[in-house]
């Protein structure tokens, strides 16, 4: 059975700090993709990965999918308020299927 | 607007009631899926119909009951839930077999009393 395992559970930062959410798995996965999910609502996709090594930007968020295509981590620089919400990671198994992590509940404080 | 539509966004039954939960996609989407969502749980998959065939069934028990008449809309059928079915029900879609991203919808919060 694949896995995903997340890292923090739960994080709670000061507006203006850096974080780093982690995402791994001794699986491989074909592609990868992050969700944020904010409270009474479903995720909502990021950003996909597909490539070992991959680097992704979205403004203040950076996306890496590890080089053995096992692991991924989502940086946040300067975290704001807005940023608050739960992120989930998604790798697509050697069956097709997307298993997801058990997410990472952040809280950006003003 | 997110492209995947559900209804109701609450509901809350007892343990004898029938009720339906409903989505629909404006998406163009071939497949549709039914996750559960339990507090400190990873989502779990429950049901997926591609082209509306239902291509598996997570070991879902049978007081649920999908129902996929054409490519946009999915249906959930309850009946006779348990307290412990207490959870946020999600829909989503997406094209082939989601490499690239799901699309989800805004879920039914579920309360069974």
């Known amino acids: 059975t694949q896995l995903l395992e997340q890292s923090p559970q739960f994080l709670s930062i000061q507006e203006g700090e850096n974080l780093t959410v982690y995402c791994n798995s001794s699986?491989?996965?074909?592609?990868l993709q992050w969700y944020r999910q904010e409270p009474g609502e479903g995720p909502v996709l990021l950003v996909t990965?597909?490539?070992?090594?991959e680097v992704k930007k979205l403004k203040r968020l950076t996306f890496q999918f590890g080089d053995a295509r096992k692991d991924s981590s989502l940086h946040i620089t300067a975290a704001q308020p807005g940023d608050t919400g739960l992120y989930l990671c998604?790798?697509?198994?050697?069956?097709?299927?997307?298993?997801f992590g058990q997410g990472t509940t952040l809280q950006v404080k003003p | 607007e997110t492209g995947v539509t559900q209804t109701p966004r609450h509901l809350v039954m007892g343990m004898t009631n029938k009720k339906s939960l409903k989505c629909e996609q404006h998406?163009?989407?071939?497949?549709m899926y039914w996750y559960k969502q339990s507090a400190k749980k990873p989502l779990e998959l429950m049901f997926v119909?591609?082209?509306?065939?239902?291509?598996e069934n997570n070991s879902v028990p049978s007081r649920f009951s999908p129902e996929c008449p054409n490519s946009s809309h999915l249906f959930l059928h309850l009946h006779t839930l348990q307290p412990e079915d207490s959870a946020l029900y999600l829909c989503?879609?997406?094209?082939?077999?989601?490499?690239?991203?799901?699309?989800f919808g805004s879920g039914t919060r579920l309360t069974v009393v």
């Open positions: 998406l163009g989407h071939n497949a």
């Open positions: 989503a879609s997406s094209q082939d077999q989601g490499a690239y991203g799901y699309t």
């Open positions: 998604a790798g697509t198994s050697n069956t097709g299927k997307l298993i």
């Open positions: 990965v597909v490539t070992g090594g």
């Open positions: 699986s491989v996965f074909s592609s």
């Open positions: 119909y591609n082209f509306k065939e239902q291509t």
